[in-house]
């Protein structure tokens, strides 16, 4: 089944959700003036649609496959990469004094779902690419940026972020990978690394790896990390590639999905260690890599947007061509019906489409904190965006991923016994999302940064302007007193109380109790979500309700308001009633 990007859709969440029209009116995105948003938008999205969406099914098939050291991408993938680099997408957001086009966050992410959409296993690549340039920008030498920005800019050389090994998978404390200072301001990186995405590939000439590792006296634990510049080959001093460094790919994963993405073993240090530079300041590795982990972060948010979009419009084209039983209201002797005049299909349908909207307005909430956080010229409005893009990041990363994979499960039952067929591309979509929950930090490491790193900033303040503007929303809802919402204002409503009180249930919990509130922190995330995405939609059905396209935004809004904010008084219960059963499970882990 083909692809189409939503842009109507993405532009009205932009607008209307993540406040690209006050990002503007604030004179913090001039570029986007006279149209650029929709016009950038509708060229992705055929570019999406034309170019990168028919690669999908090969590659699932074929996959990547590695030979005598070498990786070779499906049929295809050279070439599409190819147009995608030389058209510029790969040079959006990049910084303008290395080729890039500095565009906001906001556009990119955008761009990122179409492209995830379109083929994940495609868009995979440049994503780390994507971290790799901001790292660099905002940690390295002047003469590592001079020397490798541009390329990275350009999508002439790819970028990858080396983190896992073996035994270190979340927690970095037991990382292994040695450097060594070789006295002429270069490192000789030695050691394994696992699950590295596009470690080795054939789309090109050059890759960029940043790797962490411990350097002979560094402090135990993640205070002694250091992140280190490897590429696969040495640069020359007129900027030609040299000789092959001392690393090389070991292996490739077998996986459940993301088949045509290389996730790759590497070895480094084979013979006298692989030469690397250091980004930042010895020791302080972590802290630079996590300007590519927290961006990374809601690119796979965005992610789960994309895989459960691709689904849904499946499902939804399906829908309308298979023919089983007739409707209700059907006269006797009536041919088969589309099976979408059936009530549960319909239900299932908009759930789908509610779960990935409610979904893609928290994922550009974020984008668009992020922006502010960097353009504004306020120190304290700078602030206040950063711990809003910090409150939403787990947020985003943990539900859309899990919709994802809930949205493209639905896909699969929408078809029936097709869905469980390889040839309808169903299942590929389920296989590929399952992924974007684990990686990046689990879904429940978000769920525990979000509660005890995230609530307490400026002293809770920061949650509470959140939880503020969403009781906004709701009250705009009541007061419309429009038939199209239904009960959302109260659902909505309920919503947000059951949010607020467990907000403050953890807060006044997690420095006494902190099991206590680490039990619920799942169940707490969801909540939020719940009430985050669906004040979200239910802020863009209020701005649309003049506009074409107004009544779909309505229903879907009403939909999420009515069987998914629901849920919330359950979890809120959840949050500040169940560890106790986790606490009797002892007896149940120590048979």
């Known amino acids: 089944m083909s692809y189409r990007a939503p842009v109507e859709d993405m532009v009205a969440t932009l607008r209307h959700v993540a406040g690209l029209d006050r990002l503007m009116s604030d ?9 650029m948003t929709e016009a950038i938008l509708d060229e992705a999205g055929k570019f999406a649609a034309d170019v990168i969406a028919p690669l999908n099914t090969i590659g699932d098939k074929v996959g990547s496959k590695l030979k005598d050291g070498i990786v070779t991408t499906p049929p295809g993938w050279k070439e599409a990469y190819k147009a995608w680099a030389e058209a510029g997408w ?27 959409s379109a083929a994940f296993a495609f868009a995979l690549g440049p994503l780390l690419t994507v971290g790799a340039i901001e790292a660099l920008h905002a940690h390295g030498s002047e003469e590592l940026k001079q020397t490798y920005l541009a390329k990275l800019v350009s999508g002439e050389w790819m970028g990858t972020m080396n983190l896992t090994e073996p035994q270190a998978g979340s927690d970095l404390n037991a990382l292994r990978s040695r450097a060594e200072r070789a006295g002429d301001g270069t490192y000789r990186i030695t050691g394994q ?12 000439e050059n890759i960029v790896h940043l790797v962490l590792a411990r350097l002979p006296d560094a402090p135990p634990g993640t205070r002694g990390i250091s992140l280190f510049l490897v590429p696969k080959y040495l640069v020359n001093a007129d900027g030609t590639l040299g000789a092959h460094n001392d690393l090389r790919c070991s292996g490739i994963e077998h996986k459940l999905g993301i088949h045509a993405s290389p996730t790759c073993s590497m070895a480094y240090g084979d013979e006298d260690g692989a030469i690397g530079w250091l980004i930042g300041e010895e020791n302080r590795g972590l802290a630079c890599m996590f300007t590519m982990m927290n961006n990374a972060r809601l690119n796979v948010a965005l992610q789960g947007v994309a895989i459960a979009e691709r689904a849904y419009q499946q499902a939804f084209a399906f829908a309308h061509e298979r023919k089983q039983g007739v409707a209700l209201d059907a006269p006797k002797g009536a041919p088969m019906s589309p099976i979408i005049v059936h009530p549960d299909i319909r239900r299932m349908l908009m759930d789908m489409r509610a779960k990935t909207q409610g979904a893609r307005a928290i994922s550009y909430m974020v984008a668009e ?58 299942a590929q979509h389920l296989r ?6 684990i990686y990046e930090g689990t879904n429940g490491i978000q769920a525990i940064d979000l509660v005890l790193r995230k609530l307490p900033l400026s002293g809770g303040e920061a949650v509470k302007a959140l939880i503020a503007e969403m009781r906004g929303v709701v009250a705009q809802v009541a007061e419309t ?21 467990a907000t403050q249930w953890m807060l006044a919990t997690m420095g006494t109790r902190q099991g206590d509130a680490l039990a619920g922190a799942t169940p707490y995330l969801k909540l939020f979500a719940l009430a985050q995405g669906g004040t979200g939609l239910a802020k ?3 701005a649309m309700a003049a506009e074409e396209g107004g009544a779909p935004a309505l229903a879907t809004a009403r939909f999420f308001a009515e069987h998914l904010a629901t849920e919330a008084p359950a979890l809120e219960l959840a949050v500040t009633e169940g560890a106790g059963a986790l606490e009797d499970a002892d007896a149940v882990f120590a048979a």
């Open 481 to 501: 007193n429009a038939p199209g919402f239904g009960h959302s204002a109260a659902r909505l409503g309920a919503a947000v109380d059951a949010l607020d009180r």
């Open 90 to 116: 790969n040079a959006l957001p990049a910084p303008e004094a290395y080729g890039g086009q500095g565009l906001p966050a906001l556009v990119q992410s955008a761009c990122i779902e179409m492209w995830n």
């Open 540 to 542: 863009k059905a209020l």
């Open 193 to 204: 690394k696992i699950f590295i995405t596009y470690g080795e590939h054939d789309l090109t």
């Open 432 to 437: 590929d999302a399952r992924i974007a929950t």
């Open 369 to 426: 904190a992020l922006d502010r956080s960097h353009r504004e010229t306020d120190e304290g409005k700078r602030k206040a965006a950063a711990e809003r893009a910090a409150i939403l990041t787990p947020v985003a990363k943990a539900y859309s991923t899990d919709i994802g994979v809930e949205v493209a499960s639905t896909g699969v039952q929408v078809h029936g016994g097709m869905g469980y067929i390889e040839e309808t591309g169903a």
């Open 27 to 35: 004179g913090l995105a001039p570029e986007l003036d006279g149209g």
